[in-house]
């Protein structure tokens, strides 16, 4: 017999499963973020090389501003570790009991790196260079 799994979205917030429902959203989240970026650059490929269109380069200029590629680097640096975790977690089942731990292994690597990229991208965004 299978378990009811009807949860609401209001419901679901409220879930307290702590870092591993946070690494499960975020791995969601993370991996629509790659999809509307690349469906966006798809776009703008199309309307600039085929139609020969304004709006490609007005859709350019939206994932080429500072914030969307904040955001779009934070998605694939975090969506990739997430992935090695998961993936890691797949090949030896054994370490499902250290899931945890490997999730602060993931944040541990991935705030220093998207923290020194992000301080490098909005300092040369800042001076002009």
């Known amino acids: 017999m299978a378990l009811s799994r009807k949860v609401g979205f209001f419901t679901g917030l409220r879930y307290k499963g702590g ?3 946070i690494a499960w959203m975020l791995h969601r989240f993370t991996g629509v973020g790659m999809a509307v ?7 703008a ?3 600039t090389q085929q139609t ?3 709006l490609g380069i007005s859709i350019n200029i939206i994932y080429q501003n500072l ?3 904040l ?5 694939v640096l975090f969506h990739g570790l997430n ?11 054994r370490m499902i009991e250290y899931q945890r731990e490997m999730i602060w292994l993931t944040w541990l690597i991935f705030i220093p ?3 020194l990229a992000a301080f490098i991208m909005v300092y040369l965004e800042i001076t002009g260079a």
């Open 19 to 21: 870092g591993p429902m």
């Open 37 to 43: 970026f690349i469906g966006l650059h798809v776009l």
């Open 71 to 75: 955001f779009i680097y934070f998605c």
């Open 45 to 47: 490929s199309f309307f």
């Open 113 to 115: 790196v998207y923290g």
């Open 67 to 69: 914030y969307f590629q």
């Open 83 to 93: 992935g090695m975790r998961i993936i890691i977690l797949d090949v030896w089942p």
């Open 52 to 54: 020969g269109s304004d």
